[in-house]
């Protein structure tokens, strides 16, 4: 691990508790690029980790202090997301400059640290996420390359367990979705931003967009179907499950 610090943090807001573990992609066009933007006072912008693609871990900003990598955020009705959550940038070049999988090397090193991190904080499985999932409407990061599933298999975050759901969804719901509202209020119950409207309106599309980025990545198409509705129904349940 390499000490690159950076000015822009601030002291977390006492008595918050960091529960939450946020990853990003850089989105930029190179790694030097990137490191440059956080490390600039005027940028107002930083992560406590960034991980190259060669498996380079840079620490920019201290654990116990809150850097500034989520803006605009909530989950689960809160929204000072930087000042309880640890920020971990990937170097990748995302949507605007030619998205592209996760090499080994950096899954690897994002794997340990965040398993490190996990020992460190008490940070529930159910909030280890995706900077689209608490920033729908704005964000795409870390994208539907990112694999989600072999994070949670290596015991850091969560991952629907769907054998049969599929099945049983259709049985249930005799082939047909439910209303959007109540669509509206299980992607609610999960965490994400969301109005309950009752209308298949932007906001649920991009709602459901960031869902399938993390948890149904082969489908990403903003609509529901029944296979989301199956994985949406198994975190909703995997969820509750943790909580209790």
């Given at each position: 691990m390499?000490?690159?610090?950076?000015?822009?943090?601030?002291s977390r807001?006492?008595?918050v508790?960091?529960d939450?573990l946020?990853i990003?992609?850089?989105?930029?066009?190179?790694?030097?690029?990137a490191?440059?933007?956080?490390?600039d006072?005027?940028?107002?912008?930083s992560a406590?980790y960034?991980?190259?693609?060669?498996?380079?871990?840079?620490?920019?900003?201290?654990?116990n202090m809150?850097?500034?990598?989520a803006?605009?955020?909530?989950?689960?009705?809160?929204t000072?997301i930087n000042?309880?959550?640890i920020g971990?940038?990937?170097?990748?070049?995302?949507?605007?400059?030619g998205y592209?999988?996760?090499?080994?090397?950096?899954?690897?090193?994002?794997?340990?640290?965040?398993?490190d991190?996990l020992?460190?904080?008490?940070?529930?499985?159910?909030?280890?996420?995706?900077?689209?999932d608490?920033?729908?409407?704005?964000k795409?990061?870390p994208g539907?390359?990112?694999?989600?599933?072999?994070?949670?298999a290596?015991?850091v975050?969560?991952?629907?367990?769907t054998?049969?759901?599929?099945e049983t969804?259709?049985?249930?719901?005799?082939?047909g979705l439910?209303?959007i509202?109540k669509?509206?209020?299980?992607?609610?119950?999960l965490g994400?931003?969301i109005?309950i409207?009752?209308?298949?309106?932007?906001?649920t599309?991009f709602?459901i967009t960031?869902?399938?980025?993390h948890?149904?990545?082969?489908?990403?198409?903003?609509?529901?179907?029944?296979?989301?509705?199956?994985?949406?129904?198994a975190?909703?349940?995997a969820?509750?499950?943790?909580?209790?």
């Open positions: 390499q000490d690159l610090p950076s000015p822009n943090f601030e807001l006492s008595g508790p960091v939450m946020v990003h992609y850089t989105g930029m066009e190179s790694a030097e690029g490191l440059a933007r956080m490390r006072p005027d940028t107002k912008v406590h960034v991980i190259d693609e060669d498996g380079t871990v840079y620490r920019l900003v201290a654990e809150c850097a500034w990598h803006g605009t955020a909530s989950w689960g009705g809160i000072n000042d309880r959550s971990i940038e990937l170097v990748n070049p995302g949507a605007e400059f592209r999988p996760f090499p080994e090397p950096q899954m690897m090193a994002l794997e340990q640290l965040a398993r991190i020992k460190r904080h008490t940070i529930p499985a159910r909030r280890v996420l995706g900077h689209s608490v920033a729908p409407t704005r795409q990061d539907e390359l990112f694999d989600w599933a072999r994070l949670a290596a015991g975050g969560l991952w629907p367990e054998e049969n759901t599929l969804e259709v049985a249930l719901g005799g082939g439910p209303p509202a669509i509206q209020k299980l992607l609610q119950r994400y931003p109005t409207s009752g209308e298949e309106d932007e906001e599309r709602v960031a869902f399938q980025r948890f149904h990545p082969h489908s990403v198409s903003g609509e529901m179907d029944m296979e989301t509705l199956a994985r949406l129904r975190m909703v349940a969820t509750e499950t943790e909580e209790n």
